[in-house]
């Protein structure tokens, strides 16, 4: 097996040859002179760097300052646009009140509150809210929550039969669940609570 060569280490005046090579000189060979010269370059070059280093630290702290204040900012006005989208609701309830002073005031006041209403559903629309459906439906734990029973034989058992409180999703996610009253004697067995169902429904 034949043993591997190693090279063996430059000489001195291989290394000093090196140096001549990248215009650098060694050390020893210097003079007084050149010494001089050689550590005020090496000063020169260490107050560039401490000044570089120095200028670094003073950007990173004024982009972290940036950055905190953009974020106070944003969270600051971060419903900017969903309050836009419900300021006319707001301009309905003032007009409905101001005709309701003038002439027929039910009538006024109920055309006003359906401008509201229909306000500020489509101004949550826009910021990705939506109403969970579940009258008539088949009761879901995962979307409903059921405060009572009742019976009902022309509706199919398990599903809901009124809706005491609207449910809401924000872009998918369950804001709010539907309380619901659901026909009693789910076809499936199971409780209509949904209390084993619902666990899977917040894994998931």
């Known amino acids: 097996m034949q043993e591997p060569t190693i090279k063996p280490n430059h000489s001195e005046s291989e290394e000093k040859a090196d140096l001549k090579e990248v215009g650098e000189k060694p050390i020893e060979d210097m003079t007084k002179e050149e010494l001089i010269e050689y550590c005020n370059e090496l000063k020169e ?3 560039k760097n401490y000044d570089l280093y120095l200028r ?3 950007e990173m702290d004024n982009l ?17 646009s969903l309050i836009k989208d419900l300021l006319p609701a707001l301009d309905n309830l003032e007009k409905a ?4 002073q003038e002439g027929n005031s039910v009538r006024a006041l109920r ?9 500020l559903k489509d101004g949550l629309g826009k910021s990705g809210v939506k109403e969970v459906s579940a009258l008539g439906l088949p009761f879901d734990p995962c979307f409903h ?7 009902d034989n022309r509706v199919e058992s398990g599903r ?3 809706e005491l409180q609207k449910g809401y999703l924000l872009n998918g996610r369950l804001l709010r669940p539907s309380m619901v009253i659901v026909n009693r004697g789910k076809a499936s067995g199971s409780r209509v609570d949904g209390s084993s169902e619902k666990a899977s429904c917040e894994e998931s």
């Open 64 to 80: 972290k300052k940036r950055n905190a204040k953009e974020k106070e900012e944003w969270i600051k006005y971060s419903n900017e």
């Open 145 to 151: 929550e059921a405060v009572s029973q009742m019976e």
């Open 111 to 119: 055309e006003g509150v359906d401008l509201t209403l229909k306000g």
């Open 160 to 162: 809901v039969l009124q």
């Open 97 to 100: 009140l101001v005709h309701s």
């Open 45 to 47: 070059k260490s107050s």
């Open 56 to 58: 670094s630290v003073a």
